[in-house]
């Protein structure tokens, strides 16, 4: 099976079906419905493994052993299917959604409950049931969670690029993900992302893990969301994907709901800029060790809050607006002095552009430290120019720049000493020579320019060369000049 192929197939055939219905709003829809065939799936698979073993299907602790949700009858999935085309569908979707939520606590003001409303086309919903009740169990090596999983976050990707700018509130691209996750490398302890959106940055980690036969049941994950409909997403995305995480609803500045936890690992890509944090109500927080934030830019408000959320050996890799790197204004280059002078920061990247659905902010990844082997160096990596478009808009960085990214910074870490500068790509540089640049930690300050290979054209035949060039195109723009302006008389245009 190729999963692939059946993401994209899925995601046109239910993308035709919106009709004129806003993407912010059909992904409630889909995404509902996706969860509802996952729970469903996973829970007739332990069904019919009850049976096999002649044990009691109908007991619950048979489920609840393999972390598998309690689906009562009524919000089965065969039981919808086959009643797709009757005119209450919506109205037995919300009864199995509140059925679901009824016997699984866990699961409790999560699920979307509003397909029975007279806005959503009836006919239009049972095609979406009849669409994915064609997404088989099992298939080459995959099994239903993996399938609907996958298809669960790609599905988040693609509205994401559908509602533009508003999708990069709930959705981090992927490949930033697999960069953070390959930088910092969360095997195992304390996982935490205290602005998680829809919980990419979770799943990524899990797929870490289990990537590198690491043990999952070694990893914790703790995140909250400000947004209580992203914050819906994260639990479903969670319980998709068989995770056990403690993702809690609120805002992390006004109501942390870890206020004890020091992390080792934290994962986080936070709103740019965001000048409406409510900073005013918190000028003399416990957080601010390295000085009070700007009331209009949260940015180094974040900073400070994943730094008093680290572990004692606890190692950070977030996104910040490239403005972090350098801006002196409102205290900000203070603050950044502060923490450079306290032996922090570990490295910087420079991110190319048009990686994020959201914005077209230049951005950074920071990767901050408790624990560094070299206090007094700072590793910088300017990748402006890695990735490749995959359409008019978007970038994604391939398995070989992320590879050549961490591998580069995993080199510097290492204390066998393999790792060297590369003109133009990294640079292992001392807080004395930041100090000298003013605390200012733009990778392009540092790195310098790419060698150039040395040709054996001599200059003046490189001249000559390039003054015929130069000639040659000035002599074509002439002519399409002349050409412009004789179709221009011909049509009557006196030029």
Known sequence: MDIQNVEQKLWQSANKMRNNMD???YKHVVLGLIFLKYISDAFDERYQQALDEEFDPEDRDWYAA????????EARWS?????????????LIDEAMDAIERDN????????????????DKQRLGELIDLFSSISLN???HNSKDILGRIYEYFIGMFADAEGKRGGQFYTPRSIVQLLTGM?????????????GSGGMFVQSEKFVGHHQGRLDDIAIYGQESNPTTWRLAKMNMAIR????DIRQGNSFHNDKHPDLKADFILANPPFNDDDWGGEQLQNDVRWKFGTPPKNNANFAWVQHFIHHLGPKGIAGFVLANGSMSSNTSGEGDIRKNILEAGLVDAIVTLPSHLFFNTGIPACLWFVSRERTDRDEILFIDARNMGHMINRRNRVLSEEDIARVAGTYHAWRDESGEYEDTPGFCKAASLEEVKEHEYVLTPGRYVGAEEVEEDDEAFEEKMQRLTKDLGEQFEQSHELEQQIKDNLKKIGYDV
């Open 139 to 141: 298939g080459d090596g």
């Open 66 to 73: 393999k972390n598998v949700f309690w689906v009562p009858s």
């Open 79 to 91: 039981y919808l299917r086959d009643n797709a085309k009757q005119p209450n569908i919506g109205t």
């Open 23 to 25: 993407a912010a709003e």
């Open 105 to 120: 606590p866990s699961l409790k003001g999560v699920l979307p409950k509003n397909y029975g409303r007279e806005a959503l």
């Open 184 to 196: 910092i490398e969360p095997y195992k302890g304390r996982i935490y992302d205290p602005c998680c």
């Open 242 to 245: 068989g995770i056990d995480a």
